[in-house]
């Protein structure tokens, strides 16, 4: 019980530093992209990192003070307002913490208490910090999708969820399975199906779960993916032909082959 609770309250204060990283790397990566001699553009401080500034409200840019910063509490209390404005504070917020401390719950059930348990925990963490950066942004950040990698490679170096050799030609696998997908698409199309981003998530993906669950992992992605475009499209929130984000579909398989119960 002990257990579930510490990583319940684990869950939360990921899922706030989850918060801030969505936010921020985004940004960042952006920056780096950009022309070296270049002032940013986008209405942000010269120094900005995952640290600095502090958090503040977008509207009056008080900052926000440690005791209004308590995962999913503080925006209760608060009843997802500032405190000094009044504004809403976007429900995303609680959304992301409360999601990520259930994955992380989920973890906890399947897992005895143990490294094994904690990895798998900060793979689902990177992997939801992954789906919303795509879906606002259309961008996997390497540093996430090549840690996520690295990561999977060291949780199979003794074989703890597949033997090793499985880890690696997985992950060289994912990354050649959707790279020849890219290939075929762009000579049928004369369009870029998918990102390179896209390519690095599967590769990490494979490192986690093994060549054996690419093909099933990979199915339950583009079925989830698929179903999504075709609710959207019905509601006409896309055109056909728009450009729609994989790695959410990618991530949602992954975490479901790699630390729901029962696979492991
Ligand atoms: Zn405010």
């Known amino acids: 019980m002990m257990w579930l609770t510490e990583m319940f309250a684990l869950g939360l204060i990921a899922g706030s530093v989850l918060n801030c990283v969505i936010w921020r790397l ?32 977008p509207r009056c840019h008080h900052t926000i003070a440690f005791y209004d910063n308590i995962p999913l509490i503080s925006w209760v209390l608060l009843r997802g307002r500032c405190r000094r404005c009044a504004r809403r504070i976007s429900w995303r917020y609680p959304l992301v913490e409360l999601a990520t401390a259930l994955c992380t719950e989920w973890v906890a059930f399947a897992w005895p208490p143990g490294l094994q348990a904690l990895m798998l925990a900060l793979c689902c963490w990177l992997l939801i910090a992954l789906a919303c950066i795509d879906l606002e942004h259309m961008l996997l950040p390497d540093v996430l999708t090549l840690s996520l990698l690295w990561l999977g490679l060291l949780a199979n170096l003794q074989g703890n969820i597949v033997p090793l050799a499985d880890a690696v030609i997985g992950a060289m696998a994912g990354w050649l399975a ?87």
Do not use: H
């Open 26 to 57: 985004p940004v960042m990566v952006n920056r780096q992209l950009a022309p070296a001699d270049t002032i940013p553009q986008d209405g942000l401080p010269a120094r900005f990192n995952l640290f600095l500034p502090r958090s503040c409200c």
């Open 178 to 264: 959707l790279w020849g997908v890219y290939q075929v698409f762009l000579l049928f199309t004369g369009r870029e199906g998918l990102g390179y981003g896209d390519f690095k998530l599967l590769a990490a993906l494979g490192a986690w779960c093994g060549w054996q669950a690419l093909p099933a992992l990979l199915l339950c992605a583009s079925i989830s993916g698929l179903v999504w475009m075709g609710g959207l499209r019905l509601a006409g929130r896309i055109q056909r032909a728009q450009a729609f984000p994989f790695g959410p579909s990618l991530a949602l398989a992954g975490w479901w082959f790699i630390a729901a119960p029962g696979v492991g």
